[in-house]
């Protein structure tokens, strides 16, 4: 069965600096990866996703993840954040075309 | 465009009670599932189901059941209720399934959610 593991659970930064979220997946013949945002109380919001192609993927508020085939990662970017990115984010992959979830990482924006 | 609605939002219930909730996907999707979200976890897949039938099965005791409607639309039922059932119940939808991942191609979206607190 696929896992998948997010090595951080919180990433403090101040605005406007970069950011890296790491996450790391079992190794599967073929894999679909994504990256979700969880804001306080609310579901998950789909931000990015790797099916198939260019191994960078970028979603329209700035975050951008890269597939790496060789170390069995998907990490997720952002080159200046803003307090908004404030939130939750999962990495899940897919498994027989369900879900599997990380445990998390929150990042925290401070100004 | 409504998208996938959830109800109850909040609910509390006593231990070895009942539970049903409800999750009304997005129009013109057909596959329906189901995650449990324990506080400072991410989301475990619970159900899957495409056209009414169960397409997917986490680990879950039989506790936890689930049925979709001909409008598409999805129950889950958990009996016995224990404090660890305590938790974020999400519901997504898709237009389709497909083992290989096909459904994939048009991605998850989520409600909400069902925030359950046993008591």
């Known amino acids: 069965a696929q896992s998948v593991t997010q090595l951080d659970s919180q990433v403090p930064v101040f605005e406007e600096a970069p950011v890296e979220l790491r996450c790391n997946y079992s190794?599967?013949?073929?894999?679909?990866l994504f990256w979700y945002v969880q804001y306080p109380n609310q579901g998950l919001q789909l931000l990015l996703k790797?099916?198939?192609?260019?191994?960078l993927v970028e979603s329209i508020n700035g975050f951008e993840a890269e597939f790496n085939k060789s170390q069995t990662s998907f990490h997720l970017r952002k080159p200046s954040v803003h307090i908004s990115d404030t939130a939750e984010y999962f990495c899940?992959?897919?498994?027989?075309?369900?879900?599997?979830f990380g445990k998390g990482t929150k990042l925290s924006v401070k100004p | 465009d409504a998208g996938v609605t959830q109800s109850p939002t909040h609910l509390i219930k006593t231990r070895g009670q009942h539970v049903t909730l409800r999750c009304s996907p997005i129009?013109?999707?057909?596959?329906v599932s189901w995650y449990q979200q324990v506080l400072g976890q991410g989301p475990q897949f619970i159900f899957q189901?495409?056209?009414?039938?169960?397409?997917g099965r986490g680990n879950f005791p039989d506790r936890f059941s689930a049925r979709q409607f001909p409008n598409y639309s999805s129950e889950l039922n958990v009996n016995a209720l224990l404090l660890g059932d305590s938790a974020l119940y999400l519901c997504?939808?898709?237009?389709?399934?497909?083992?290989?991942?096909?459904?994939?191609?048009?991605?998850?979206?989520f409600g909400s959610g069902t925030r359950l607190t046993v008591v």
């Open positions: 997504a939808s898709s237009y389709r399934h497909s083992p290989l991942g096909g459904v994939l191609n048009y991605g998850y979206t």
């Open positions: 190794s599967s013949v073929s894999v679909y």
């Open positions: 790797y099916l198939s192609g260019s191994t």
């Open positions: 899940a992959v897919s498994d027989k075309g369900n879900l599997i």
């Open positions: 129009s013109g999707h057909k596959s």
């Open positions: 189901y495409y056209e009414k039938e169960e397409r």
